[in-house]
């Protein structure tokens, strides 16, 4: 049932964004913020839920984190693809390039303790309710900002959003229920 919900929301994101103009500058690259924004947001709030995590679902902490570093892993990915189209190259000093390689150090490094030690992973959790928001902080203050801080669009064009984020949330819950079946 899930896999057919997650097949309907892609056709119509896809579907949605096929149709919609290209930009100006980046082309039809652009279209991937419709996956990328909610990758980020599902990722940032992932982290910050690990301590929740372990708390209410230790028997899938495991499955979750591997799904949040994955995330995390896309995120960065899709960061530096806009980065390229956008500026011909991946700039590593970037503020919010540098948040995104922060959240997956630490989604890595918190899947890789649930290997060694899930009681020690359970109290690195916590350092994510300081570590991300001080992060997210310096990156949105930066001088230095290639990353737009706000983008104004016609409303028509949050449309796709409206099925491309309930999409990655199902896709997580899927991905994160298949590994924990493992």
């Known amino acids: 049932m899930r896999s057919k919900v997650l097949v309907t929301l892609f056709g119509i994101t896809l579907t949605l964004v096929v149709f919609l103009p290209s ?14 924004v909610p990758i980020s947001i599902v990722t940032i709030s992932t982290i910050l839920l690990f301590p929740l995590f372990h708390a209410r679902f230790a028997s899938r902490v495991m499955a979750l984190s591997v799904t949040t570093t994955v995330y995390a892993l896309v995120h960065l990915i899709l960061s530096a693809v806009f980065m390229y189209a956008a500026w011909s190259g991946v700039i590593f000093s970037e503020p919010k390039f540098v948040f995104s ?12 303790l649930c290997f060694v030690d899930r009681k020690l992973a359970k109290y690195y959790s916590f350092l994510s309710l ?9 990156a949105t203050l930066a001088s230095f900002q290639l ?12 449309l796709p959003y409206l099925f491309s984020a309930p999409m990655i949330v199902l896709l997580y819950v899927e991905i994160s229920e298949r590994l924990k079946a493992r």
Do not use: C, N, W
């Not at 390689?101 to 890789?112: D, N, P, Q, Y």
């Not at 300081?130 to 310096?138: D, G, K, L, S, T």
């Open 130 to 138: 300081i570590v991300v928001p001080y992060f997210y902080m310096q």
């Open 23 to 36: 930009e100006h500058r980046l082309g039809d690259v652009y279209k991937l913020i419709y996956f990328h």
């Open 147 to 158: 990353h737009p801080r706000g983008v104004e669009m016609p409303a028509i064009l949050y």
């Open 101 to 112: 390689s922060v959240l997956l150090i630490f989604a890595l490094s918190h899947t890789l």
